[in-house]
């Protein structure tokens, strides 16, 4: 029997996270994906099946700098967009990452811009 890879291992920590993690319309779901490059992130109505604002560091302004500053810089984004839509409380959903690193970078800058979770 062959070891489940790192990101099969993330999928199904991720499907368990997602078992208790729900969006809604008063609290919409803040979603994290990170890959090698990049980190997106997304604030979803599950209800819905909406994404009501998405952003990510391949925007052309976004693309100085080391990784956790982009990071940052992304939760930074996504809390104005959300500010500005009138979102302020969300439901954080690490996607079966670490808390570590770009994901509470991300997170950090979120909740200094003005979103709670």
Do not use: W
């Not at 779901?29 to 090698?36: D, E, G, K, Q, Y």
């Not at 052309?60 to 930074?76: C, E, M, P, Q």
């Not at 009138?86 to 950090?108: C, E, M, T």
């Amino acid at each position: 029997m062959f070891a489940n890879s790192k990101t099969e291992s993330r999928k199904k920590r991720h499907r368990s996270i997602r078992k208790r993690i729900e969006g809604s319309v008063e609290r919409p779901r803040l979603a994290v994906f990170r890959s090698t490059r990049h980190i997106y992130a997304q604030v979803i109505d599950d209800l819905a099946q909406k994404t009501l604002v998405s952003t990510s560091d391949v925007d052309a302004d976004k693309t100085a700098g080391k990784k956790k500053d982009r990071a940052k810089a992304v939760g930074t984004a996504i809390a104005k967009k959300c500010l500005e839509k009138g979102i302020d409380k969300v439901v954080f959903d690490r996607a079966g990452y670490k808390y570590h690193g770009r994901v509470s970078a991300l997170a950090d800058g979120a909740r200094e811009a003005g979103l709670k979770f």
